[in-house]
């Protein structure tokens, strides 16, 4: 099976200013999904981008974009101008591409956002 | 569209008793998941269905645990007889079979034995 490892338990980051959380994964599939969930309080698990392996090209959405470097097998999420509100558990998941459609995902991340 | 639906948010019961939860997944989502999550750890896949058929049920502790997908939509987890360190938050989710789709979580229902 798949293993995705988050090698930063905690980070913290002052309003504004950027953090780059990472991750890492093992796999000997060539065309895979990369994921990265937001977690708050709440509970509820929330998209927050998306990597497909066969691009190049690196997944922006708005204040968050990620580095893949699919040949070192990692996938690091940076957020840009952090607010109070992405205060979070991040997770970083894999998903295969065959028939199994299976998720893995990492043991995450906790996001501090100092005011 | 609707999201994903759990009941109970909260349970609380005590040892060796027996608990289910019920998941209404996005309509149209023929992949539905169940994950366990401990207090500070990361998702783990309990259980997938493909429709009503299941797909991976690997790590489910068959001995005391159970799931259903009745008529490939709606699913039960169940839970006889609990123990302590089944206390954790059991998450639903749902995707679209194939393609680049993400899977979609319901609010989770924090199970606490005691």
């Known amino acids: 099976a798949q293993t995705v490892t988050q090698s930063q338990p905690e980070m913290s980051v002052q309003e504004a200013e950027t953090v780059t959380l990472s991750c890492t994964y093992d796999t000997s599939e060539s065309d895979y999904y990369l994921f990265w969930y937001k977690q708050p309080p709440s509970r509820q698990m929330i998209l927050v981008i998306r990597?497909?392996?066969?691009?190049?090209q690196n997944a922006t959405e708005n204040r968050f974009s990620v580095n893949f470097q699919k040949a070192a097998k990692s996938f690091s999420l940076k957020i840009s101008d952090s607010q109070l509100g992405d205060a979070a558990m991040y997770f970083c998941?894999?998903?295969?591409?065959?028939?199994?459609?299976?998720?893995?995902f990492g043991t995450g991340t906790s996001l501090t956002v100092i005011p | 569209e609707a999201g994903v639906a759990q009941s109970p948010r909260y349970k609380i019961i005590e040892k060796r008793q027996s608990v289910a939860f019920w998941c209404n997944p996005i309509s149209g989502h023929a992949t539905l998941y169940w994950y366990q999550q401990i207090l500070g750890q990361g998702p783990k896949l309990l259980i997938q269905?493909?429709?009503?058929?299941?797909?991976?049920d690997s790590q489910l502790p068959k001995d005391r645990f159970s799931a259903e997908r009745l008529k490939g939509v709606d699913s039960t987890l169940k839970i006889q007889p609990a123990k302590l360190e089944d206390s954790a938050v059991y998450l639903c989710?749902?995707?679209?079979?194939?393609?680049?789709?993400?899977?979609?979580f319901g609010q989770g229902t924090r199970l606490t034995v005691v």
């Open positions: 998941a894999y998903r295969t591409s065959n028939t199994g459609n299976q998720f893995y």
């Open positions: 269905f493909q429709n009503n058929g299941v797909v991976d």
């Open positions: 989710a749902s995707s679209l079979w194939g393609g680049v789709g993400e899977a979609f």
């Open positions: 990597q497909e392996a066969y691009k190049q």
